[in-house]
């Protein structure tokens, strides 16, 4: 081969490589520019409790006195009683209908059965129909955390429940029922920190009131934090791990019950039980997203008033208050979180 066929030959070669090798001369423009994206916050800070999706558990009070019940409307007696436990059984479901990054809608449902278990309850019915019968709360729920933008979000939630001490399906009725809502508009400054105020209308404090409320999720390093919704709840968190999770704190709770009572004066009466739970909680994953939560506290007793109408805010109306004994209490649940 000729050396001038030989260089034509060589030139062509480089040629070709040359233009197959188009990195350095690659227009990422095209993909346009990231910046323009918009971005949202997500509803969670790092290391914060997982979020329950189907969740069962039982709850056990101790014994603890009840006093001051009414032995009927004609009668000015009243009874002490001795409740040996409270023995409650608690689910929750709660199902993303839609999840995006710009809306988080759920909807759920609730259930919590408490049976009493009085000594001596003789001819008193109210003490009757308590140890025999099940303080029920059964309800539907929705909430939509919708973020604005990277910073900024607004949280929705609200709950219509049937609570009552039923004889049978026949009591269930518009009586028994209260609805509850709540409204935040929040920060989240960081991937640690999201902090939010608005306003609630709730029966956890067993009669409706409405409250402001303060929601602040904060992770401070790998190992502490804390979770507040109050005044409903509110903790301090330790993470040993991912997986494993230790918390000292409160919630408030309860509801508004409807009974049907043949010896008080209207007939029937309205239980109003609110209960303060100081409490420390241990929340440990067991298998892929399945997770168990044990907790032990006190129940201190807020309320537990019956009214013969339903107009709390007028003390003639109150049939009896019993100022309940506080109980230590142990509860222990299994749930299937989100990822």
């Known amino acids: 081969m000729r050396l001038s066929h030989f260089l034509i030959l060589s030139l062509a070669c480089n040629t070709l490589l040359a233009q197959e090798d188009t990195t350095d001369t690659f227009d990422y423009s095209q993909f346009g520019d990231a910046q323009g994206v918009k971005r949202y916050c997500n509803q969670k800070v ?39 436990r409270v023995g409650s059984i608690r689910a929750q479901v709660n199902i993303p209908v839609v999840s995006t990054n710009q809306v988080i809608w759920q909807l759920g449902a609730s259930f919590w059965g408490s049976r009493f278990a009085l000594d001596n309850q003789g001819n008193d019915l109210f003490a009757k129909v308590l140890n025999t019968h099940t303080m029920t709360s059964v309800g539907i729920n929705t909430t939509i955390f919708k973020p604005l933008n990277e910073k900024n979000f607004i949280i929705l ?13 026949g009591d269930v009725s518009g009586k028994a029922l209260t609805v509850s809502g709540t ?4 920060w989240k400054t960081s991937e640690k920190n999201m902090i939010g105020t608005g306003i609630a209308r709730t029966y956890r404090a067993g ?9 602040w999720n904060r992770t401070f390093n790998d190992r502490w934090g804390m979770e507040l919704l109050l005044p409903a ?5 330790y993470n040993f791990s991912t ?3 230790l918390q000292a704190g409160f919630e408030l709770e309860g509801n508004q019950f409807w009974m049907n009572l043949a010896n008080s004066p209207k007939g029937m009466i309205y239980l ?37 109408e339903y ?20 509860a222990v649940s299994l749930s299937f979180v989100t990822p």
């Open 157 to 169: 939630q609200g709950s219509l429940d049937a609570n009552g001490i039923f004889h049978d399906m």
């Open 183 to 186: 409204a935040i508009y929040g």
């Open 272 to 308: 109003q039980r609110g209960e303060l739970k100081p409490r420390i909680m241990w929340d440990k994953k067991l298998a892929g997203f399945i997770w168990l939560n044990a907790q032990a506290g006190l129940r201190y007793n807020w309320r537990f008033d019956a009214m013969n």
């Open 311 to 330: 107009k709390p805010k007028y003390p003639k109306n109150r049939y009896f208050t019993s100022n309940l004994g506080n109980p230590v209490y142990f």
């Open 207 to 215: 009669q409706v009131i409405h409250v402001p409320v303060l929601l």
């Open 46 to 84: 790092l290391n914060q409790t997982p979020t329950r999706i189907v969740s069962i558990g039982y709850e056990y009070l101790g014994e603890f006195h009840m006093p001051g019940i009414p032995v009927s409307a004609m009668l000015p007696a009243l009874r002490d009683f001795h409740v040996n």
């Open 233 to 237: 709840r509110g903790h301090i968190r």
């Open 243 to 245: 997986s494993s999770m």
